[in-house]
């Protein structure tokens, strides 16, 4: 493989190196923020609400995934590529398989992402060779059973139920884990305690990379940029720029910030 591969991703983290992660839905950005030295492109089911102009990730079907995960695969030459398997389109083992066919064969994803402790799901895509990347905390595809978009894992039960969870994510199988929304002293736990590297958003700076939505962090997206984002166009005289502060930032442990933590 000329990119990355998820071996590439495991060794950093063995070597405390922070993997460095953004959202990608085009060949523009992708080349861009492959050229700046981004580690993974996730092209995640957020651009419902970005791209799409949805106020929640609902809408988006697994041919929307397809589309702008074959336009970012495309155009990159080093990032590693993971896309989101979109609401409703994992219930089963095999409705999993042939989604997740989906987004690697016509999409180029090189490893899938789904939401929740969904562990049979798991087993079963990471038995039929397809990498799997887990998602716990804020779960947006959850979002009208969670009531809104809100911190996850405050109370002590439902933060031993999120630790629980990540390891039989691991023990299932999956390479890698976003955690969105939680505390940091849990984040921090839960990235001591597996071996496969987490990444956070709203996770504070413990975990083993970190992830934004690209629109939030080059500040154009609509409404109110969530507290764990960054506004990195502030000091940057170009897009490039900014994505390259953004880069050495977590690099360098700089962010997140206390400030951009719970
Ligand atoms: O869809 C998305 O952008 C995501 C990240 C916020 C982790 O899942
Ligand atoms: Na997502």
Same mark, same amino acid.
């Given at each position: 493989?000329?990119?990355?591969?998820?071996?590439?991703?495991?060794?950093?983290?063995?070597?405390?190196?922070?993997?460095?992660?953004?959202?990608?839905?085009?060949?523009?950005?992708?080349?861009?923020?492959?050229? &700046?030295? #981004?580690? *993974?492109?996730?092209?995640?089911?957020?651009? $419902?609400?970005?791209?799409? =102009? %949805?106020?929640?990730? +609902? @809408?988006?079907?697994?041919?929307?995934?397809?589309?702008?995960?074959?336009?970012?695969?495309?155009?990159?030459?080093?990032?590693?590529?993971?896309?989101?398997?979109?609401?409703?389109?994992?219930?089963?083992?095999?409705?999993?398989?042939?989604?997740?066919?989906?987004?690697?064969?016509?999409?180029?994803?090189?490893?899938?992402?789904?939401?929740? &402790?969904? #562990?049979? *799901?798991?087993?079963?895509?990471?038995?039929? $060779?397809?990498?799997?990347? =887990? %998602?716990?905390?804020? +779960? @947006?595809?959850?979002?009208?059973?969670?009531?809104?978009?809100?911190?996850?894992?405050?109370?002590?039960?439902?933060?031993?139920?999120?630790?629980?969870?990540?390891?039989?994510?691991?023990?299932?199988?999956?390479?890698?884990?976003?955690?969105?929304?939680?505390?940091?002293?849990?984040?921090?736990?839960?990235?001591?305690?597996?071996?496969?590297?987490?990444?956070?958003?709203?996770?504070?700076?413990?975990?083993?990379?970190?992830?934004?939505?690209?629109?939030?962090?080059?500040?154009?997206?609509?409404?109110?940029?969530?507290?764990?984002?960054?506004?990195?166009?502030?000091?940057?005289?170009?897009?490039?720029?900014?994505?390259?502060?953004?880069?050495?930032?977590?690099?360098?442990?700089?962010?997140?910030?206390?400030?951009?933590?719970?």
């Amino acid at each position: 493989l000329k990119t990355l591969t998820i071996s590439d991703l495991a060794a950093m983290k063995r070597a405390g190196e922070k993997i460095s992660c953004l959202t990608a839905y085009d060949a523009s950005f992708s080349a861009l923020l492959d050229r &700046a030295g #981004i580690d *993974v492109l996730l092209i995640g089911d957020s651009l $419902g609400m970005v791209i799409q =102009g %949805h106020d929640s990730t +609902l @809408p988006v079907t697994v041919s929307d995934m397809v589309y702008h995960s074959r336009s970012v695969a495309t155009a990159r030459k080093r990032a590693f590529v993971v896309t989101d398997l979109p609401f409703a389109s994992y219930a089963t083992p095999e409705q999993a398989l042939l989604n997740a066919a989906s987004l690697m064969q016509a999409g180029g994803a090189q490893m899938v992402k789904l939401e929740g &402790a969904k #562990i049979e *799901v798991i087993r079963f895509l990471v038995d039929q $060779g397809i990498p799997v990347c =887990g %998602h716990l905390g804020l +779960l @947006p595809q959850s979002v009208n059973r969670l009531g809104g978009y809100k911190v996850q894992g405050r109370e002590a039960q439902q933060a031993r139920q999120i630790v629980a969870d990540a390891e039989k994510i691991e023990q299932a199988g999956a390479s890698l884990l976003v955690l969105e929304c939680v505390p940091s002293g849990l984040a921090a736990e839960i990235s001591q305690r597996l071996s496969i590297p987490t990444i956070g958003i709203g996770a504070g700076v413990d975990c083993d990379g970190q992830v934004l939505v690209l629109y939030d962090m080059l500040n154009i997206s609509t409404g109110k940029r969530p507290r764990f984002s960054k506004d990195f166009m502030a000091d940057a005289s170009s897009i490039e720029e900014a994505v390259r502060h953004y880069h050495q930032a977590v690099k360098s442990a700089q962010f997140p910030a206390a400030e951009h933590s719970y």
